[in-house]
């Protein structure tokens, strides 16, 4: 298989406009436009009756101690986890692509709803559900597509991982609220095929990418 996105280059930086956040002068963050972003794929494998998109963020600290905080630096060297961003599932054979916006289009307080998604296609919850768990301003299930908003302060750039999957059955046996980590389990045994493109981003204005 094979996966391009015409809103960023593999290996390259990903722009605000496909962010959850994006840099501040004066607050360090502010929210961004939160598009998810283009991709289409091709080479398809025989026998696939679906897709499923997955996007992870492999670089967030494994502790929350120094995030976001002025006084001080998150270390390159802490070791780091896996955040999901995205986990679209029961795309049809027939669709190859998805535009720019089409399943997120600004950032949602308290999070979109799901998981019934577009052309009865599904969401899965992201990890920003956690995150925002026991904020008063933004808890609620993040349902669909939330992008990179990595610490300002950290000094690793973060990389996010888009996969696209070809599977062998027409619909994942996911009931009800799922969320993107579920989404990866369940595909294991149907993957025929897989693609991936790779976009940096950081809202630390002290490193560079």
Same mark, same amino acid.
């Given at each position: 298989m094979k996966l391009n996105s015409q809103s960023f280059e593999n290996e390259k930086a990903i722009s605000p406009v496909n962010a959850f956040a994006k840099p501040d002068a004066?607050?360090?963050m502010i929210l961004s436009d939160n598009k998810n972003p283009h991709l289409a794929w091709s080479d398809i494998p025989e026998g696939t009756r679906s897709f499923v998109v997955l996007c992870v963020d492999k670089d967030v600290p494994?502790?929350?101690?120094?995030?976001?905080?002025?006084?001080?630096?998150?270390?390159?060297? @802490?070791?780091?986890?896996?955040?999901?961003?995205? %986990? @679209?599932?029961?795309?049809?054979a027939s669709v190859?692509?998805?535009?720019? %916006?089409?399943?997120?289009? %600004?950032?949602?307080?308290?999070?979109k709803s799901g998981p019934l998604a577009a052309k009865d296609m599904r969401q899965g919850v992201n990890d920003f559900t956690n995150w925002f768990a026991g904020d008063h301003d933004m808890e609620g299930d993040y349902f669909g597509y939330d992008g990179p908003c990595p610490p300002f302060n950290d000094a690793l750039v973060h990389r996010y991982y888009f996969t696209v999957y070809a599977l062998d059955i027409e619909s994942l046996p996911l009931t009800g609220r799922f969320t993107c980590a579920d989404v990866a389990q369940a595909i294991e045994p149907h993957v025929l095929g897989q693609a991936t493109v790779m976009g940096l981003y950081s809202l630390n204005p002290k490193v560079s990418f």
């Amino acid at each position: 298989m094979k996966l391009n996105s015409q809103s960023f280059e593999n290996e390259k930086a990903i722009s605000p406009v496909n962010a959850f956040a994006k840099p501040d002068a004066q607050t360090h963050m502010i929210l961004s436009d939160n598009k998810n972003p283009h991709l289409a794929w091709s080479d398809i494998p025989e026998g696939t009756r679906s897709f499923v998109v997955l996007c992870v963020d492999k670089d967030v600290p494994s502790k929350p101690d120094d995030v976001n905080q002025a006084d001080r630096e998150v270390p390159a060297d @802490l070791p780091r986890v896996d955040f999901y961003h995205w %986990g @679209l599932i029961d795309i049809p054979a027939s669709v190859t692509e998805i535009a720019e %916006g089409e399943f997120s289009s %600004g950032v949602t307080p308290k999070g979109k709803s799901g998981p019934l998604a577009a052309k009865d296609m599904r969401q899965g919850v992201n990890d920003f559900t956690n995150w925002f768990a026991g904020d008063h301003d933004m808890e609620g299930d993040y349902f669909g597509y939330d992008g990179p908003c990595p610490p300002f302060n950290d000094a690793l750039v973060h990389r996010y991982y888009f996969t696209v999957y070809a599977l062998d059955i027409e619909s994942l046996p996911l009931t009800g609220r799922f969320t993107c980590a579920d989404v990866a389990q369940a595909i294991e045994p149907h993957v025929l095929g897989q693609a991936t493109v790779m976009g940096l981003y950081s809202l630390n204005p002290k490193v560079s990418f």
